[in-house]
């Protein structure tokens, strides 16, 4: 299976702050990545897909980076309404895998 | 629109089981894929399996192999997961999810339900 490593595990930022959070696997996935975003109580939403793309209707704060087995997503002014966990997913290959998450908390 | 609503998440004994239905909305289950995704207290997301609408493949975790089957009614526009022999690290929501982006081998997911409570538990 392709693991992954995604980091940090928990982010605390205030308003306005630039935020990254990564996500590393166990080999090479080219660009099969997606973003997912899940608020307490919510089912999770997906965010970015192929690495970079946007989801229709996500804020365009939200963008992804990344190919082969190093990626990112960033939120580029962080707004009290992104307050959740976040989760990378593979799908290069079965079984389909995700990160550990990155629980966000506004200051 | 397009949803899916779960159902048939409970209480149950370890060793029990335990049959979750998924049903869709403004899209035909004919043609996607539909995968169950769960969610342990204080864990992260893990994948279980996936059956794909146009030729029936099926997919499974290693960690429910044998023990979980995953199923369709295309007339009910309905995919069901029978959850047999099950165990205290069953325990989860279990959300129903569609396969909407492909890399031709694997799929990441565009739209999901509210997601249904299993209790695996004496």
């Known amino acids: 299976d392709i693991q992954m490593t995604q980091s940090p595990s928990t982010l605390s930022a205030s308003v306005g702050d630039r935020v990254t959070i990564t996500c590393r696997t166990s080999?090479?996935?080219?660009?099969?990545l997606a973003w997912y975003q899940q608020k307490p109580g919510r089912a999770p939403k997906v965010l970015i897909y192929?690495?970079?793309i946007l989801e229709s209707g996500v804020p365009s704060r939200f963008s992804g980076s990344g190919s082969g087995t190093e990626f990112a997503l960033t939120i580029s002014s962080l707004q009290p309404d992104d307050l959740a966990t976040y989760y990378c997913q593979q799908y290069n290959r079965y079984p389909p895998t995700f990160g550990g998450g990155t629980k966000v908390e506004i200051k | 629109e397009m949803q899916v609503v779960e159902s048939g998440g409970d209480l149950v004994q370890p060793g029990g089981s335990l049959r979750l239905s998924c049903v869709a909305s403004?899209?035909?289950?004919?043609?996607?894929?539909i995968g169950w995704v769960r969610r342990a207290p204080g864990k992260g997301l893990e994948w279980v399996s996936t059956i794909s609408g146009i030729d029936g493949s099926t997919y499974y975790a290693d960690s429910v192999e044998g023990r979980f089957t995953i199923s369709k009614d295309n007339s009910r526009n309905t995919v069901h997961l029978q959850m047999n022999s099950l165990r205290v690290e069953d325990t989860a929501v279990y959300y129903c999810?569609?396969?909407?982006?492909?890399?031709?081998?694997?799929?990441?997911?565009?739209?999901w339900g509210h997601g249904t409570m299993v209790t695996v538990s004496s």
């Open positions: 403004r899209f035909s289950l004919s043609g996607s894929i």
């Open positions: 999810t569609r396969e909407g982006y492909t890399s031709g081998w694997c799929g990441a997911f565009d739209v």
């Open positions: 080999q090479s996935i080219s660009e099969w």
């Open positions: 192929q690495a970079s």
